[in-house]
């Protein structure tokens, strides 16, 4: 069984290369059993959406 | 319209926005902060930005519009930086870019022995995080977390977060094996992920301001 070392390191990786189907579904059977990683993969989507808005936020704040 | 009229009318076109102050303070700022986050030395980015500047201005004549213009500049400034990035390596002791990760390094405090998260680093569930995203208090933690990233970990995240490079362009630029980036992303991703929970949804800040 995969272990939340190993379900947070694909969920990382997962965002620079497609995961093979039993990677994806080691993983789907993992989330459904442990909250903290449910929880982290949220966080990985907020954490895009926060470096993104991040970025702009500096590039408006550059042209005032 | 003969093919030499469209090139003429491009050349026009170009040399209109390159007198356009403004989009060009724009992009140069742009590129400076780009630069400087990944040569993290200033004068160097400044170099890496002035080559980059002129070498556009030279050969501005055959592209249509501000984006495409905009995308060739960047594409110069990244070989730029290339080969600054190289320079340094020479220039500087390489052993530790190189250097294959150490997988177990500092996960110890976050996972016990068998790889599971320990009682008290098992990330919360966080709400809507957009809220967040509209409270100036939180960009200054986020801000600090980002700082807060060892310098070689900062970098990856940057040019891939930041700049949106894929993961071969990172590797091609900073050497290193495909395996080897993925630990670090994996790395700052954690760490990062880590400090905004801790300093921003468990330490009430948010809660702070609020009152």
């Not at chain 2, 709400?127 to 960009?139: D, M, T, V």
């Not at chain 2, 993925?182 to 301001?209: D, F, M, P, Q, T």
């Amino acid at each position: 069984m995969l272990k939340c070392h190993d379900a947070t390191r694909l969920m990382s990786e997962s965002q620079e290369r497609p995961l093979s189907t039993l990677e994806r579904m080691s993983l789907k059977m993992h989330l459904m059993m442990c909250s903290g990683c449910h929880n982290y993969r949220e966080h990985m989507g907020a954490i895009r959406l926060m470096t993104r808005a991040f970025v702009k936020r500096k590039d408006e704040s550059d042209k005032k | 319209m003969t093919s030499n009229q469209s090139l003429n009318d491009n050349a026009e076109q170009n040399s209109d926005i390159l007198s356009d102050g403004v989009f060009l303070e724009d992009i140069r700022r742009q590129m400076l902060r780009f630069a400087t986050m990944q040569l993290g030395d200033s004068h160097q980015a400044e170099d890496a930005v002035q080559e980059a500047l002129i070498g556009a201005l030279k050969n501005a004549t055959s592209f249509g519009g501000r984006a495409a213009l905009k995308t060739w500049i960047f594409a110069i400034l990244k070989n730029k930086i290339a080969d600054s990035l190289r320079q340094k390596q020479r220039m500087v002791n390489t052993s530790s870019l190189l250097r294959e990760e150490d997988e177990d390094e500092d996960f110890s405090e976050l996972f016990d022995r068998n790889g599971f998260w320990r009682p008290d680093e098992r990330p919360i569930a966080w709400g809507n995080p957009e809220a967040s995203l509209r409270e100036g208090q939180f960009w200054k933690v986020f801000e600090a977390c980002l700082e807060g990233l060892p310098p070689k970990l900062a970098r990856v995240f940057m040019m891939r977060e930041f700049i949106g490079l894929d993961a071969d362009e990172i590797c091609a630029t900073v050497k290193l094996s495909t395996n080897n980036l993925h630990v670090l992303l994996h790395r700052s991703r954690l760490r990062l992920r880590e400090c905004i929970e801790n300093k921003w949804y468990l330490e009430g800040e948010r809660n702070a301001e609020v009152s």
